[in-house]
């Protein structure tokens, strides 16, 4: 299994920018399907964002593409999520998941979950 800690949420202005990362355990980081999800408050957990194995294929939620990127360095065993042009309503709690399975990341069920950094947009 595989140990998640997500770091760089924070307070930022609509318009601004943040990047995420998630650090993760253990030395095969390469098997894994990562992805972000988000949950605001009185919401229901989204999808974010996701990369494959190798980093040649993303895939992004409607709400995000063309504002955020989402990019891994397997040697690094880190994930990150560039966000830019932050709104309002991107204001959530981000989480890092990991899978091993295989399968469309946008549908997978995820088997390994981070604590969780808090993005808030607001002026």
């Known amino acids: 299994q595989v140990q998640l800690v997500e770091s760089g949420g924070g307070l930022v202005q609509p318009g601004g920018s943040l990047r995420l990362s998630c650090a993760a355990s253990?030395?095969?980081?390469?098997?894994?399907?990562m992805a972000w999800f988000r949950q605001a408050p009185g919401k229901e957990r989204e999808f974010v964002s996701a990369?494959?194995?190798?980093?040649?294929?993303?895939y992004y939620a409607d709400s995000v593409t063309g504002r955020f990127t989402i990019s891994r360095d397997n040697a690094r065993n880190t994930v990150y999520l560039q966000m830019s042009d932050l709104k309002p309503e991107d204001t959530a709690v981000y989480y890092c998941?990991?899978?091993?399975?295989?399968?469309?990341?946008?549908?997978?069920?995820?088997?390994?979950w981070g604590q969780g950094t808090q993005v808030t947009v607001s002026s």
């Open positions: 998941a990991a899978t091993s399975r295989y399968g469309d990341p946008r549908m997978m069920s995820y088997t390994y």
């Open positions: 990369i494959n194995r190798s980093g040649g294929s993303t």
């Open positions: 253990g030395r095969t980081f390469g098997i894994y399907v």
